[in-house]
């Protein structure tokens, strides 16, 4: 858009600019630029832009507002003279699938901007009309337009006495203040937030209402959320509908001591299991999918506590009926692998209109660093015991298992300088990201590939990699000692399987906890899942944890580092259900095996070789 800076004196400035807008099933490919309007359509796509000239003006009007009034020209895909076959033009061969277009100056666009954004004052609204006779092959009906603030508008906040509503007395007692985890409550915050929330960094999963217990209209609700039929078709369970936290504006400060408090206002929106979640993602429009909110962080709880309100807002805040706390938190368990967890309530005060939804985002081993620079986070095992036994049914003695074991080696703690850096670059070996196949199918059966990986988060007392924080007791040599017992090389572990293909549905995402074998190559492991069942099966499944199925059974194992030609050099998998069969969470067992694996010392092996072979061919 450019703007007269000669007319800057007046009470009006002249403005030109283009308009770019259309239907998509993915993004447009374009944005707006100096150049001819055109129109474009192919598959899943149309696209119009609009050239417009006219003022900008700014009024009292609705509290405060800044106009724009234009005129627009453009060339407009022409309406067939039979209304009731409007594709005539489709069937003709000679027009590359393009709609006859006509020359139309006759556009009008008029923008209302708030003065002040705010919690009440957001949305940028806007008509375009047709300023042709409904007789005219040029006429259109009106568009209406909805936008709201992006992320480089200077937010006021301000709605104290609607944070009040939903967030008084401070800190709220939702069921995640005393969730069993520890929460990060330090002066980067708003920073962490940001990285969480930043473009590309994804949305959050919506956790299923495994405990309403309520009717079936009440248990399949999303919160505040007016679903649609493919939301309410996942019956509770939410399976695929994603979350959207937008336009995060975050301002902290510091106060007395080390304590600090943050303000801050976002955009939540909802994401149907059918949509491009990019193309979601670049939407700026309010309706019943959006809550936008405004809220208090405080470090003395970590607690972030918001207003939220539904669709578009009026002044009185009619529709901020929700509450909305967030966490991030620092420790992390086979039950807690979210980088932020939170819930949308209800403050209606009658019955309660929804069933409290969960949200959360799901933590990857690589992206602590951008999170916990300075921060200590840590994981809990609490299955090691289970493991244990996991262990003792699949690896009974006997003396082929002596003889193994004594003749082959497997990826094992290396004498490093530090425990700490032995940990991590034994993880890496453990860590496979290949190609899989099944491993149980005759040999005359296709074997369809997947992919398959293994993502270690914990192993001893590291968690992540190469992290940058001081382990005081950890700081010992490792020495070639003669002999260690059994006892003390197992190693707790705690890691994650990925699957693709609907084969696979059912485990396409574990999380892992027990104990690794260095001297047998194993890891014994109990599994769990996020379970994606109606809202009625996952309540009267009493053996949930969580809301996670961790009745599972995991056995991964490794080829050896040495004797790569005696032995097949690849991983087997072995997952399994521990239930019955008739058990609605029941699968059946999956059984895998990868391409060849390559430890990081073969790769350095042979990258050296192929040093030593260029050096002597000079």
């Not at 507002?65 to 409007?86: A, F, K, Y």
């Not at 209209?217 to 937008?246: H, N, W």
């Not at 969960?358 to 602590?368: A, G, M």
Request: aromatic share 10%; hydrophobic share 35%; with cysteine.
């Amino acid at each position: 858009m450019d703007i007269d800076r000669a007319h800057r004196a007046k009470k009006s400035l002249s403005v030109n600019g283009i308009l770019v807008m259309g239907t998509t099933l993915d993004s447009f490919m374009e944005r707006p630029y100096d150049g001819s309007p055109h129109f474009q359509i192919w598959s899943g796509h149309t696209q119009l832009s609009i050239s417009f000239q006219g003022i900008y003006t700014e009024s009292k009007k609705n509290g405060g507002e800044r106009v724009m009034c234009l005129l627009g020209s453009t060339m407009l895909p022409s309406r067939e003279s039979d209304s009731s076959n409007p594709w005539e033009w489709a069937k003709g061969g000679s027009n590359y699938n393009q709609p006859p277009l006509l020359q139309d100056d006759q556009i009008l666009l008029v923008l209302r901007y708030p003065m002040s954004f705010t919690l009440t004052s957001r949305v940028i609204q806007g008509e375009m009309k047709s300023l042709n006779s409904k007789s005219n092959l040029k006429y259109f009906d009106e568009v209406r337009i909805l936008s709201q603030l992006g992320q480089s508008v200077k937010y006021e906040f301000g709605s104290e006495r609607f944070v009040s509503k939903s967030c008084a007395p401070y800190p709220y007692n939702d069921s995640l203040v005393n969730g069993g985890f520890d929460i990060y409550k330090g002066s980067r915050f708003c920073e962490i937030l940001g990285i969480i929330t930043g473009e590309g960094a994804g949305p959050f999963t919506i956790v299923p209402n495994w405990r309403c217990n309520g009717t079936d209209d009440y248990c399949r609700k999303l919160g505040p959320f007016v679903s649609d039929k493919e939301i309410k078709a996942t019956d509770g369970g939410f399976k695929g509908v994603k979350l959207l936290m937008q336009n995060v504006k975050c301002e902290q400060k510091a106060a007395r001591g080390n304590a600090s408090s943050a303000r801050v206002a976002a955009g939540f929106r909802a994401i149907s299991p059918l949509e491009n979640q990019y193309a979601a993602a670049m939407r700026s429009g309010l309706s019943n999918m959006t809550v936008v909110a405004e809220g208090i962080w405080k470090s003395s709880t970590g607690q972030l506590c918001m207003v939220g309100c539904l669709g578009l807002v009026d002044l009185e805040g009619s529709t901020c009926n929700s509450r909305i706390c967030l966490y991030i938190p620092l420790s992390f368990s086979i039950k807690q692998r979210s980088i932020i967890s939170g819930s949308f309530s209800s403050t209606s005060g009658i019955d309660d209109s929804y069933f409290p939804l969960s949200f959360e985002k799901l933590v990857h081993p690589t992206e602590l660093w951008n999170y916990f620079r300075n921060s200590c986070p840590y994981y809990s095992y609490s299955k090691i015991e289970q493991a244990g036994v996991i262990l003792e049914k699949n690896e009974p003695f006997s003396f082929q298992t002596i003889v193994k074991k004594s003749l082959l080696q497997f990826p094992k703690v290396e004498d490093t300088e530090t425990l700490i850096i032995g940990l991590s670059l034994l993880a890496e070996d453990l860590t496979l990201h290949r190609s899989a196949f099944p491993d149980s199918l005759p040999h005359s059966q296709p074997k369809i590939p997947t992919d398959f990986q293994i993502e270690v988060l914990s192993l001893g007392p590291m968690f992540g990699r190469f992290w940058n924080v001081s382990y005081a007791d950890e700081e010992i040599l490792l020495h070639n000692e003669a002999q260690y017992t059994e006892k003390q090389l197992l190693m707790n572990v705690s890691a994650q399987i990925t699957l693709d293909g609907e084969a696979y549905s059912n485990v396409s995402v574990l999380f892992l906890e027990g104990l690794y074998d260095p001297l047998a190559g194993k890891m014994y492991l109990v599994g769990c899942r996020d379970v994606r069942a109606s809202w009625n099966i996952l309540f009267e499944s009493m053996d949930l944890e969580a809301g996670l199925d961790c009745l599972i059974e995991v056995i991964v194992s490794y080829p050896p580092t040495t004797t790569r030609w005696l032995v097949n050099p690849t991983a087997r998998i072995s997952i399994s259900s521990q239930r019955n069969a008739d058990d609605p969470l029941y699968f059946s067992t999956v059984k895998l095996q990868t391409l060849p694996v390559m430890y990081r010392r073969q790769r350095e092996d042979i990258l050296s070789q192929r040093g030593l072979k260029g050096s002597s061919g000079f």
